[in-house]
Nanobody, 123 residues
Framework: VQLQASGGGLVQDGGSLRLSCTAS????????MGWFRQAPGKEREFVAA???????YYADSVKGRFTISRDNAKNTYYLQMKSLKPEDTAVYFC??????????????????WGQGTQVTVSS
């Protein structure tokens, strides 16, 4: 499956953005889907994930502010981000895992990656 992330941009502290991840080649609902981010000088970290059955998981740092969702008809996943903070500034990546079970928070479990989209939150 090939993934294409989009929707990043520049937003002020407290603002909102919605990232999209569109797939070609396979149906995304048959995959575990995850969002990760990587800030300058830092390792890539888990943000959110959705299981095949639709259960969602979040990093503590974004819980209550970010929402992962999917639109099966559009074969697209989303990451709705609200109350953004400067520390949310990073390149955001969508990823897919074709295993079954509970989504992993480890990037090593995800075999398919989008190209990343930059999110910058100004203070």
């Amino acid at each position: 499956v090939q993934l294409q992330a989009s929707g990043g941009g520049l937003v002020q502290d407290g603002g909102s953005l919605r990232l999209s991840c569109t797939a070609s080649g396979r149906t995304l609902s048959t995959y575990i889907m995850g969002w990760f981010r990587q800030a300058p000088g830092k390792e890539r970290e888990f943000v959110a994930a959705m299981s095949r059955s639709g259960y969602t998981y979040y990093a503590d740092s974004v819980k209550g502010r970010f929402t992962i969702s999917r639109d099966n008809a559009k074969n697209t996943y989303y990451l709705q981000m609200k109350s953004l903070k400067p520390e949310d500034t990073a390149v955001y990546f969508c990823a897919a895992d074709n295993r079954v079970g509970t989504p992993s928070r480890s990037l090593n479990e995800y075999g398919y990656w989008g190209q990343g989209t930059q999110v910058t939150v100004s203070s």
